[in-house]
């Protein structure tokens, strides 16, 4: 069966602190990782799609990186404005193309 | 703003009723896919359109149903409500396999 889990839960930063989240992955065919960023009480927005090992992308503070099993989302220096959940997805050689998703990581980044 | 637009935003309502939900693709996008996110079980997928034809199903109630239109908006029902339906539900579009983006979601309180 498809999964995703990512860790941890919660992260709460200080401004300028380094962390990373990770996003781990049992699929059969990875067809694509996506990261995606939810404030509350709106839609996902996206961010990154990686689909093959030693793939990185980056974008502002944020990079993504993909291995085999897993993938990481490096946030360098934080500001408060990162606050956000947010969630890992796969599309999978078994869907026609919807993503299943972890349960995310809801991080806050105090000043 | 990805692009997608659902309406309405809120919606309350009593059990057993039965409302619809809209979504407006991404001008070009022929997939729609529809989510439900609530507290406990993250984002679940439940049902998939491609051109007006339905491709994939999720965990979908059978008292929910969808369906595409010609001019590819999408329209998700919902009936006999319980109190559990309650929960955020969001549309995708993508332009095929690829990364979804995300409307602004309706959040249905079943009272």
């Known amino acids: 069966e498809d999964q995703v889990t990512q860790s941890p839960e919660a992260l709460r930063l200080q401004e300028g602190e380094s962390s990373s989240l990770n996003c781990s992955y049992t699929v059969s065919g990875l067809r694509g990782l996506f990261w995606y960023r939810q404030d509350p009480g709106k839609g996902p927005e996206f961010l990154f799609t990686?689909?093959?090992a030693g793939e990185e992308k980056e974008k502002e503070r944020l990079k993504a990186t993909l291995t085999k099993k897993e993938s990481f989302l490096h946030i360098t220096a934080p500001k408060p404005e990162d606050s956000a959940t947010y969630l890992c997805a796969v599309g999978s050689g078994g869907s026609q193309g919807n993503l299943i998703f972890g349960k995310g990581t809801k991080l806050s980044v105090k000043p | 703003d990805s692009g997608v637009t659902q309406t309405p935003k809120h919606l309350i309502t009593a059990t057993g009723q039965r409302v619809t939900l809209r979504c407006s693709p991404r001008s070009g996008d022929l997939s729609v896919y529809w989510y439900q996110q609530s507290l406990d079980q993250g984002l679940q997928f439940l049902i998939q359109y491609y051109n007006g034809e339905e491709r994939a199903k999720g965990n979908i109630l059978e008292r929910f149903s969808a369906q595409q239109f010609p001019d590819l908006h999408s329209e998700l029902n919902l009936s006999s409500l319980e109190l559990g339906d309650s929960a955020l539900y969001f549309c995708?579009?993508?332009?095929?396999?690829?990364?979804?983006?995300f409307g602004p979601g309706t959040r249905l309180t079943v009272l």
């Open positions: 990686l689909y093959s």
């Open positions: 995708a579009s993508s332009p095929s396999k690829g990364e979804q983006f």
